[in-house]
């Protein structure tokens, strides 16, 4: 597949909706591009991890006092 | 009865006492795999003249002349691991002594093959993978776990009574529950990891796949370097995590881990109880996150625009999905990991083992790897780190037991949890949940192949 292939998700900048104009612009600045299917799988993942990514950023763990050496052979220490 | 159908102890045993030639032992393996190997796909790679000179060289270790498998993730003295990929990750592959190939030399073990894995370790179905899927022996439509797909269709197929694989996410441990064999995820630190291709890992280890406790025991004991002495699981104290890991399952998949439960606090238990853990989801996209950063120093931005097609679309379109998630993520996934493993910490001061389904549903198809739970219909991937990360996430050791088999004759395990460096409770527990349930689901085998 050729360098223009990749950095095409199957049409236009016009053509393409808000998460792909988002993924593409996102890998772009990675200097990664990404065809239609993989964008496609990219897409995929998203729908499945994105709401426990927000979960995650929604969690009440701003409190929680980070573990001093940590060591995952051991229980934490603190 | 083949000796190649009984345990790693019993073939030690035959061959220590000189009723067996392990050299015939030997043959007979690769003849048995030749035999079935074509339907299971689970041993990669053979060699059989470096397997006899193993042989002809091994000292009398406790493995002496006993034939084991060893996953693709691994580097032999002769093979650079490949990782079930069509292409390496960070440069390539190099041939080398990795630790748990010198510590299986040392025991006497003879690596009869390399073993299939999910492509770079990255999914817990086993269905993808550059020498093609592994199949579950139980149903060869069926996946038989991943990543150690190779490793768990083998054993429970009969090709080797023991193998060793490596468990980041969960991925002894599912292979285990699919294909109806004991899967332990060691303490972490604890087993021979030296030449893994991932050298800085907080999430990884080595780890044993066996048909039953007491040979997983002896591996395990081969694994750590050190004896892991037997002993009676007597008052043990046994606690369920009430909720989602428990009611978002596959009800034939419930129903045979609670009887087992029940049926190992009769046994042995002084008491059973309630615990309460944080939230599973932030558990699974935080052992998720974490343990994919871990290759972030292999597979960043260059690297995965260098992944041709040969490698498969899922691997790169997932690993570019990873690069996009924000940093930020990262740093709060280490939170829970905090809070978990404080949780954890107090919770092991009250109870010896924590319990509860190892997968949420036997092992999906092949072709369509998503299993049905009462929330509906996921991806087997997306929900088995739900119950399987957080041992990795904390370091924590966990076993996955097999405890029943569905309506469709397919293999259920229990997991069961204890806190670090009591790898040993999780065996004494395991054995005497073989004998609660009489070797029913450790003695049976799946149906030979045609």
Not at chain 2, 76 to 83: A, I, K
Not at chain 2, 129 to 142: I, K, Q, T, V, Y
Not at chain 2, 164 to 191: E, H, M, Q
Not at chain 2, 247 to 261: F, K, L
Request: hydrophobic share 40%.
């Amino acid at each position: 597949m050729s360098a223009s292939q990749h950095d095409s998700d199957g049409g236009s900048g016009a053509d393409k909706d808000a998460f792909a104009r988002l993924a593409d612009a996102n890998l772009r600045l990675l200097g990664l591009p990404a065809s239609a299917e993989e964008l496609a799988v990219i897409r995929g993942a998203d729908a499945l991890y994105r709401p426990l990514v927000d979960r995650l950023f929604a969690a009440d763990v701003d409190e929680i006092e980070p573990e001093s050496a940590f060591d995952p052979s051991r229980p934490p220490l603190d | 009865m083949s000796l190649l159908d009984q345990t790693l102890r019993d073939q030690a045993a035959a061959i220590a006492s000189g009723e067996v030639d392990p050299a015939e032992l030997l043959d007979a393996a690769h003849e048995r795999i030749g035999e079935r190997n074509p339907d299971l796909n689970a041993i990669v790679e053979t060699f059989p003249e470096r397997s006899r000179d193993m042989l002809a060289s091994a000292p009398r270790g406790p493995l002496y002349g006993v034939p084991v498998a060893i996953k693709d993730e691994w580097p032999l003295p002769w093979r650079g691991e490949r990782l079930g990929a069509a292409q390496f990750l960070g440069g390539s592959p190099e041939a080398g002594e990795s630790g748990p190939y010198r510590v299986l030399r040392d025991a006497g073990a003879v690596i009869v093959g390399v073993a299939n894995m999910h492509e770079y370790g990255a999914g817990s179905t086993g269905h993808i993978s550059a020498w093609g899927a592994a199949h579950n022996p139980w149903d060869l439509e069926r996946c038989p776990g991943g990543s150690s797909s190779g490793p768990g269709s083998a054993v429970a197929g009969r090709l080797v009574a023991g193998a060793v694989g490596a468990d980041g996410i969960g991925s002894i441990r599912y292979p285990a529950a699919y294909c109806g064999i004991i899967g332990l995820k060691p303490t972490f630190g604890r087993s021979a990891m030296e030449g893994h291709h991932l050298p800085q890992t907080q999430t990884i280890v080595s780890g044993p796949l066996c048909h039953d406790a007491a040979d997983c025991r002896l591996l395990a004991s081969v694994l750590f370097g050190e004896p892991l002495a037997a002993g009676e699981a007597g008052g043990l104290r046994i606690a369920l995590v009430p909720g989602v890991l428990w009611d978002d399952c596959d009800p034939e998949v419930r129903e045979a881990c609670q009887e087992a439960v029940r049926a190992l606090v009769d046994e042995v238990a002084e008491s059973s109880s309630e615990e309460e853990l944080p939230d599973p989801y932030l558990v699974a996209i935080s052992s998720v996150l974490l343990g994919s950063t871990e290759e972030l120093g292999i597979a960043g931005p260059r690297e995965v625009a260098s992944l041709g097609e040969q490698v498969s679309l899922i691997a790169r379109g997932l690993l570019r999905y990873r690069l996009m998630l924000p940093a930020a993520a990262i740093a709060r996934a280490k939170l829970v990991r905090t809070q978990v493993r404080r949780s954890l910490a107090r919770i092991f001061q009250r109870v010896d083992v924590l319990a509860w389904p190892t997968v949420p549903a036997a092992a999906p198809r092949l072709e369509n790897p998503t299993v049905e739970l009462p929330s509906g219909s996921w991806p087997a991937d997306y929900v088995n780190p739900r119950h399987g990360g957080i041992a990795n996430l904390t370091g924590v050791p966990a076993i996955s037991v097999p405890v029943g088999h569905t309506a469709e004759g397919l293999p259920i395990g229990l997991q069961l949890l204890a806190a670090w460096g009591r790898d040993d409770v999780l065996l004494d527990a395991a054995e005497a949940l073989e004998r609660a349930t009489e070797r029913r689901f450790v003695d049976a085998a799946p149906p030979v192949p045609a």
